[in-house]
């Protein structure tokens, strides 16, 4: 498949004039790999209009000379830590004006570069490679299909062979294994199994002290890292009897999701998707227990833009993906989340999730 790593190179260049500075310094490791497909650490990159140098240590060497050959690299000499590194190639490129990554860099970096380049003029920029990030490209969009179609795989696999005798943590343990041997390299996250009342904290750990049998229902969140783009899906898996309450609460957060996944299509603000499923809640009696956005942005870090909730005025466009969770928390009961990705289309959305979720779909027998 066609490389797009210089196409975003040279979009990131092309912001930066608008900015009066010479070069950015991107030292986000997610946003190094975004950049140059770089899959390694401890390295940096400088990005000018017309160059790019990557700057890392003899560790990658052959790494980087197959991962991004068209990048120049700066190997640090052996024992020269990375800021000691970065301050030799922007000095003896003579820069004077230096973008960076706010978020990202240290107090202790900054003070670092700032000592050894007392000349630089610096200039903290926020967001600047993850605005870039929010559009996902056909490279992208097929390599999180492939993070789906994983943790899908996975959890057909845990839910086939689920036994009320075993605990939250014998589920989370099995259900990282069948990611990977369903192809993933790793789980996106550490995968939450939450059994009743634990199914109200939504980033709840699974012990080894709660049985799948102690109640009537277990919460699954979990997702599938491809290496290095995720997926992100929750389920609730019914153990026992569905009771007039659960089923209640289960039908009202399903019909909210499917008002929220209606709603995407290009133009339309992140908040208000957000709106359109926290209204539904509010309606059925519930809008209190939801306690977080509707969702977020999905690519190769699990929590990215565009995040759907209250405040955020981001324009849904074709080939970002998001995630639509709404949730209904009581405490000494348990919560109900049901989680899908969805991609923007030019004409709305395709949900890229296919794990059945009506009422009757996720009893165990």
Known sequence: MFDQT???????AETLPGDD??????????????????TGDSSALLVQNDRAILISDGRYTTQLDQEC???EAHIRP??????EGIAE???RLGLRRLAFESPVLTVAEF??????????QWHGLTGRVETLRLIKDESEIEAIRAAVDYAERAFTMLRSGLRLDETEKDATDLLEGYLRRCGAESSSFPPIVAVGSHAALPHYRGTAGTRLGDDDFVLIDWG????PYKSDLTRVVVTGKVTAKFAEIYRAVLTAQALGIAAIRPGVKACDVDAEARASLEDAGFGSLFSHGLGHGVGREIHEAPLLRKGCDIVLQPGMIVTVEPGVYLPDWGGVRIEDDVLVTPDGCEVLTRVPKTLDAIRMW
């Open 69 to 71: 050959p068209d990048v």
């Open 89 to 91: 190639v922007v000095g």
């Open 78 to 83: 052996v024992g020269q830590p990375l800021m």
């Open 224 to 227: 599938a890292d491809g290496g």
């Open 111 to 120: 003070e670092t570069l700032n000592d050894a380049l007392p000349t630089v």
């Open 6 to 12: 210089p196409l975003r190179r040279e979009r990131l």
């Open 21 to 38: 500075v010479e070069a950015m310094l991107v030292s986000s490791v997610t946003n190094v790999g975004y950049l140059t497909g770089f």
